[in-house]
Structure formats: C-alpha cells, structure tokens
C-alpha cells in the first residue's frame, strides 16, 4: 500500500506481482466454471477480484488489529465468495 500511489520501479513491480496474482486467481475461477466447480454464470474476474480482497482485508485484521477471529471470518467469506461450495 505505500508504493500504489508513488511512481518508479519499486511500483512498477508491485503492480506487476499483483497483476500476476490476480490473473492467476481469475485463471483457477474459470478452471472451476469449467469443471462445474462453480456455476455457469460466474464472472471469474469478479471472483479473483473478491478473493484478493477478502485476504487483503484478513492480512490487515491479523498483522494490524491481532484479531484472532479473523481467519475464520475470511475462511467463510471466501466460501461465500465462491458461490458457497
């Protein structure tokens, strides 16, 4: 979060791991679409897109708040996330 917003290589980087990470995501929702993992009708770049969130929401909860129940909280809200399979 401290480079998202300033400019160089350091940036640069970070935004190309993350593009990386999110493709990768996106990749394995639409293998699940495939597979009838998931339904039909998902969007898998709105499921990486869910799923990046939630596990940057839980990192914060845990490293900054040392909220204890957080890992389950983001346990279910990937579960929910994926269509509740």
Do not use: K
């Amino acid at each position: 979060m401290e480079f998202d917003g300033r400019p160089g290589p350091v940036r640069d980087a970070v935004a190309q791991a993350a593009g990386r990470w999110l493709a990768y995501l996106e990749q394995l929702a639409a293998a699940a679409v495939e597979t009838g993992d998931l339904p039909p009708d998902t969007d898998p770049a709105q499921i990486a897109f869910e799923l990046n969130g939630i596990a940057m929401s839980a990192n914060q909860a845990i490293q900054l708040q040392r909220d204890d129940a957080a890992p389950q909280r983001a346990r279910r809200a990937m579960h929910r996330a994926a269509g509740g399979r």
